[in-house]
DNA sequence: CAATTGGGTAACAATTCGGTAACATCAGTT
DNA sequence: AACTGATGTTACCGAATTGTTACCCAATTG
C-alpha cells in the first residue's frame, strides 16, 4: 500500500460516479467505484479501502444494509452516506448503523471533500495531496519532495519508504511491517535492506543523520517517523 | 472512564444552551456549559470533556478561534461546530480548523445527537490505543510513555515488561510468568533478571521506588501492578 | 535474638543491535 | 561491452542494553 489514501465510492448514477471520482483524484485520492451493493460490499472487505462513501439509493441491496454488513464484518474505516433522503428518522438511522457521516443531496463538493478530510485526519491515513512534514512537502500524486520550493531527488525505494513512513505518522513500525508494506511480501529481502535505505533517506532529509529528528530509531523495535514541529491532529 | 460521556457546549444565547443541556441530559450526558469564549476554552483544558458543542457567533472570541485554540493544546476530543452560517466556505473553514462536524441552524436535535453519538463511538474505539494509569499515558501504537505530556524514555525491555503490566493491572504475578511473557519461554535467563528489569522500570515512573505505587512486589510471590488513584480521564 | 530467606541494586560482563562502509548485483543506457 | 545508478548483502565497529553475580538490608521464622 503506497501513501495516499483510497476511497470507496458505492454509487450507482454514472454522472455523480464521474464527479466524484474527478474530484477525489484531483484531490490526490486513489479511487476505486462499485455502481452496485454486493460488488461494493466486496469491494469494502477487499480493497481495504481508507474510507467508504455510500449512496442509500442502490439496486438491490440498500446502503443502510451494507453499512450494517461493514461493521458486522469488523471493519472500521469511516463511512460517509449520500443520498437524497434528508428525513431526520433516516439520518439517525444511518448514523446509527454505523456511519460517520451523512450528507443530504444535493450537496457542495468542496463540503465532502473537507468532510472526508476531516474523517480521514481521525484516522489519520492522510488527509492531503500535499503531506507537510517540518520544513518539506511530500506531494502524492506527482511523487516529488520539495524543501523551501527546491526538490530532493529521491529513488523509488527512498520515495516509496518516506511515503510508507508519512502514512503512519508516529506509529512504531517493525522492520518486517516496512518490508511488507514497501518491499512487498513476495520480495525476499534481508531485514537490514531496510537499515540501508533508512540511511539513505535520512542522508537526505535529516540536517544531522547521526541525531534524527524524522525517521527515528527504536532500538529493538524498528523505526517511527514524526514530524518535525507541533501537535499531530 | 467508562462512565457517561461528558459534553462542553460553548454557546451564549440563553434559549438554545437550554435546550441543548435539557436534551443531553435526557440522554444521560454530562453537560458543561461556558456562555463565552474564554470560559469555553478555559474548560476545555481544565474539565477534559469528551466532546465540545461549539457554536461559532460568541461575543469576543469567535468560534474558530476557540476550535484553532483547543487544537493547539494538543486536546484530541471531536468538536462539532454549531452556526447559523451555511456557506459552503465557512464549513470548508471549520472542518480544516479541526472541528470534525459543522451543523447548520435550524438543527434537529435528534440529528446532533445521533451525530455527536457517532463521534463519540469513534473516539471511544480509539482511546484503546491508549492506557492510563496515575498521571501517566502509555501508547501503544507508537510505542511511548508519557508523563504530564513529556515523555519518558523506555528501553525495549522495560516497554514490553510495562505493557505487560498493565495488560494485566491488578494481577499477582510470578517471575516465571512475566518470564514467558516477556522474555519469551524459548529464551533462558535468571528469574532475577526480572528483577533487575523492574528496578530500572521502577527509576522511571515511580516517584519513589523505595515507596512503589505502581509496581508492588509480592514476597515470595513476585509483583502486582496497580493503577494510582482512579482512573483519570 | 539469631538465623534464614528473599528482594534491591551496584558493578561488571556479555550480548545484541543499528549505522554504515565496502562490495556485489542487476537493469537500463550509451 | 562498458558505464551508471539503484539496490541488496555482508562485515565490522561502537554503543546501548541486558544478564549475572555479589553484597546488603529487611522481613520472616525458629
Redesign the interface.
Given at each position: 500500500m503506497n501513501g495516499r489514501s483510497r476511497i470507496l465510492v458505492i454509487e450507482d448514477e454514472p454522472a455523480m460516479l464521474r464527479g466524484l471520482k474527478d474530484a477525489f483524484a484531483a484531490k490526490g485520492f486513489e479511487t476505486i467505484v462499485a455502481a452496485e451493493g454486493e460488488t461494493g460490499l466486496h469491494l469494502a472487505c477487499s480493497a481495504h479501502p481508507d474510507l467508504i462513501v455510500l449512496d442509500i439509493m442502490l439496486p438491490n441491496v440498500n446502503g443502510y444494509e451494507i453499512c450494517r454488513a461493514v461493521r458486522a464484518a469488523n471493519l472500521?474505516m469511516?463511512i460517509v452516506m449520500l443520498t437524497a433522503k434528508g428525513q431526520?428518522a433516516d439520518?439517525?438511522l444511518g448514523?446509527?448503523l454505523?456511519?460517520?457521516?451523512?450528507i443530504t443531496k444535493p450537496f457542495?463538493i468542496?463540503?465532502l471533500l473537507?468532510?472526508v478530510?476531516?474523517?480521514l485526519?481521525?484516522t489519520k491515513a492522510s488527509a492531503h495531496d500535499i503531506f507537510h512534514f517540518g520544513d518539506y512537502e511530500l506531494h502524492w500524486s506527482s511523487h516529488k519532495l520539495f524543501r523551501h520550493g527546491a526538490e530532493i531527488e529521491l529513488t523509488a525505494k527512498e520515495f516509496r519508504l518516506l511515503e510508507y513512513f508519512a502514512s503512519r505518522t508516529?506509529?512504531?513500525l517493525s522492520r518486517n511491517e516496512i518490508l511488507d508494506a514497501v518491499w512487498g511480501n513476495s520480495i525476499i529481502v534481508t531485514p537490514r535492506s531496510v537499515d540501508r535505505c533508512v540511511t539513505t533517506l535520512r542522508a537526505k532529509i535529516e540536517s544531522d543523520p547521526r541525531l534524527p529528528i524524522y525517521i527515528q530509531t527504536?532500538?529493538?523495535?524498528g523505526y517511527?517517523f514524526e514530524i518535525g514541529q507541533?501537535?499531530v491532529?
Open positions: 472500521q469511516p431526520e439520518i439517525i448514523l446509527n454505523g456511519a460517520d457521516d451523512y457542495r468542496g463540503e473537507a468532510r478530510n476531516a474523517h485526519r481521525r508516529g506509529c512504531a527504536i532500538r529493538d523495535i517511527r507541533d501537535g491532529p
